[in-house]
């Protein structure tokens, strides 16, 4: 199946060079008058060797099908993560850079989608929310009456959320993993 270099998003999987790659980042370049291109940094997924490559918008690839389950994380430990598919109870390691940065969303049973090839994770997907429970914030201000006044808090995981000033420690709230903004209680 084609796909067009405009449309590769993070953790496709494409063919390209005799082998297959996954797509780590995608930015279109538009430079005034001349034609618009694609900066795409993919990922080999023998070696590991990362490049970023330059293509027109509307360059052609063949998009390859990648084994993709719900996996339910378990622990961390100093390498990585360990899932654990809910149907067969099989449990794999995923490496910490597959995550990267969000990490600090990773709370017992939530659930991430793993993308396998030859039964190796290349690529986990986060849900685009997540319940953290409110570790350590500082009181609410009695004076304050802005009703749009943030404050600092962390949440189990160590995620730093800027959340309402009625929010208090042990409460449970809603956060977007891809902005890290604070979305609701849950």
């Known amino acids: 199946m084609g796909i067009k270099a405009i449309d590769l998003r993070r953790g496709m999987a494409v063919n390209y060079k005799d082998g297959l790659?996954?797509?780590?980042d995608n930015q279109k370049v538009a430079k005034g008058n001349w034609r618009s291109y694609q900066v795409?940094?993919?990922k080999s997924i023998k070696t590991g060797q990362l490049l970023t490559e330059r293509f027109r918008v509307d360059e052609q690839f063949?998009?390859?099908m990648l084994e993709?389950?719900?996996m339910e994380y378990l622990y961390s430990d100093?390498?990585?993560h360990?899932?654990?598919d809910p149907q067969t109870y099989d449990q794999i390691h995923l490496p910490q850079d597959l995550i990267g940065e969000q990490s600090v969303y990773l709370v017992p049973n939530i659930h991430i989608l793993v993308s396998l090839v030859d039964d190796k994770p290349i690529v986990a997907e986060m849900p685009n929310t997540v319940e953290l429970v409110v570790k350590d914030t500082p009181p609410q201000v009695k004076s304050?009456?802005?009703?749009n006044q943030m404050k600092d808090a962390v949440c189990e995981g160590g995620a730093k959320i800027r959340v309402?000033?009625?929010v208090e420690n042990g409460t449970r709230i809603k956060v977007d993993t891809r902005t890290g903004e604070y979305l609701s209680r849950a």
């Open 21 to 24: 790659w996954v797509v780590v």
């Open 40 to 42: 795409v940094q993919i």
């Open 62 to 64: 063949e998009q390859a």
């Open 68 to 70: 993709r389950k719900d």
């Open 78 to 80: 100093g390498s990585g």
């Open 82 to 84: 360990v899932l654990m």
């Open 144 to 147: 304050a009456t802005a009703t």
């Open 164 to 166: 309402p000033g009625f």
